[in-house]
């Protein structure tokens, strides 16, 4: 059974930082496309950062210069290293292994003005 289980999430002023984390079990991690997703209400899922199991990283242009993605093979996590935030950046993120149906259950950003 695949689990996807983020963290990380909260409250952050504009101009701060948050470090989002998804630790992911029963799938070869090491073999497996990782990807940092947000949505808000209303509007579709967004893909937001992409990362190989090689370690070649794609972002989207919103977020280029100020969104890092990185993984751990040892621990199966995937990280999303979130800087300069915007309010903007609010959104329910979610971590999902890429050309799959796993997803995790998210973890709410909020970026206060």
């Known amino acids: 059974q695949v689990s996807l289980v983020e963290s990380g999430g909260g409250l952050v002023q504009a101009g701060g930082s948050l470090r989002l984390s998804c630790v992911v079990s029963?799938?070869?991690?090491?073999?497996?496309?990782m990807g940092w997703y947000r949505q808000n209400p209303g509007k579709q899922r967004e893909l937001v950062a992409s990362?190989?199991?090689?370690?070649?990283?794609t972002y989207a242009d919103f977020v280029k210069g100020r969104f890092t993605i990185s993984r751990d093979n040892a621990q199966n996590t995937v990280y999303l290293q979130m800087s300069s935030l915007k309010p903007e950046d609010t959104a329910v993120y979610y971590c999902?292994?890429?050309?799959?149906?796993?997803w995790g259950q998210g973890t709410q950003v909020t970026v206060s003005s």
């Open positions: 999902k292994v890429r050309f799959t149906t796993y």
């Open positions: 029963g799938i070869d991690f090491r073999r497996v496309i």
């Open positions: 990362e190989t199991s090689t370690g070649t990283s």
